[in-house]
């Protein structure tokens, strides 16, 4: 599987939507061709789309990460839907190898696609150190809890959620109540080791 081809056939899709919900799609664009141009030119959209209080920097990350990490042996694209107060990067395939949501978040990382990692770390779009995820927590530093990014893993995909930093909890509130709407679930042990990553300590309520 030539990645870098311009006839390569595993596309990436973005998607705007109108206000919190998926229920008004406004716009969207799929991407084809080299994953390297998919990727610049999927980067190009969706900064010019999102909200302005988003880092373009967690976007690059965690797009970066869409690419690189994604299982292409699944046909399908992975999507970046875009709202009002966040956007959603979905990624097709769970984490590689043994990697937990607790080890991501820690900085480990193993190489799912070592092509697509060397290429992207040439065009210094990531370095391959594992330190993406960690940049991207770094950014909401100031945040309160409810806006810090979201990180979810599933059987088949991963789901990563940037949101605003000014964000209202109302929103989220009406997200979660549109059923066309990724849910947002941790195991929870898993939920557990990544409270203990953005706090000092827990309550039974935070779990």
Do not use: W
């Amino acid at each position: 599987m030539n990645y870098f081809d311009s006839d390569f056939n595993i596309s990436f899709k973005a998607a705007v939507f109108d206000g919190t919900t998926k229920s008004v799609l406004k716009e969207s664009r799929e991407f084809s061709g080299s994953l390297l141009d998919q990727y610049k030119k999927a980067l190009e959209f969706i900064s010019s789309k999102a909200p302005e209080s988003i880092s373009r920097q967690c976007i690059a990350e965690a797009l970066a990460n869409a690419f690189a990490h994604r299982d292409y042996s699944i046909n399908g694209s992975s999507i970046a839907s875009i709202f009002d107060d966040r956007i959603e990067f979905m990624s097709l395939g769970g984490l590689a190898g043994s990697l937990t949501l607790p080890d991501i978040l820690n900085g480990a990382c193993i190489c799912r696609n070592p092509e697509i990692s060397a290429e992207f770390h040439r065009a210094k779009i990531m370095n391959n150190l594992g330190s993406g995820i960690q940049k991207i927590q770094n950014e909401y530093d100031d945040c309160s809890d409810f806006c810090r990014p979201q990180f979810s893993v599933f059987p088949s995909s991963v789901l990563v959620i940037l949101k605003s930093p000014d964000c209202e909890p109302m929103a989220d509130t009406a997200r979660e109540k549109d059923s066309t709407s990724l849910p947002v679930s941790i195991a929870p042990e898993e939920k557990v080791m990544a409270l203990f990553k953005t706090r000092a300590e827990i309550t039974r309520r935070d779990v």
